[in-house]
């Protein structure tokens, strides 16, 4: 039996690039990545305007005769009032959600590809 006589074949698929699953995979990973090296920048100029504005509110009231021994609005809530962290909860579901509807899609492509001869065999 010659080589030409076997009957292989090789699946076609489409490449990874055409899938939109890839593409969201690719931007939410990336805007993941952004916002772990951006997160700790963002969080100190995050305190900063808060202090800012917790001054600029404590100067009001003692402009309007406010006791001054009362106690700044900065003690009072000393947690951040803007967060990241429910960024990073979406930005990691979408991640999820993609990666797995991106393998999902590509064993469908596989399962439904046509089959073609190998190349450098004779087609009947």
Do not use: H
Request: aromatic letters at 8%.
């Amino acid at each position: 039996m010659r080589y030409n006589d076997r009957m292989a074949t090789t699946t076609t698929r489409p490449p990874i690039t055409e899938s939109p699953w890839y593409w969201v995979y690719l931007f939410a990973t990336a805007g993941l990545i952004a916002l772990l090296l951006a997160g700790p920048k963002y969080a100190v100029r995050q305190a900063q305007i808060e202090k800012n504005q917790a001054d600029r509110l404590r100067a009001a009231q003692l402009a309007s005769g406010a006791d001054a021994t009362a106690q700044p609005i900065r003690d009072q809530s000393p947690a951040a009032r803007v967060v990241l962290w429910p960024l990073y909860l979406v930005l990691g579901a979408i991640l999820i959600l993609a990666w797995v509807n991106l393998i999902r899609s590509r064993r469908a492509a596989n399962r439904n590809a046509p089959t073609s001869p190998t190349s450098g065999e004779a087609v009947p």
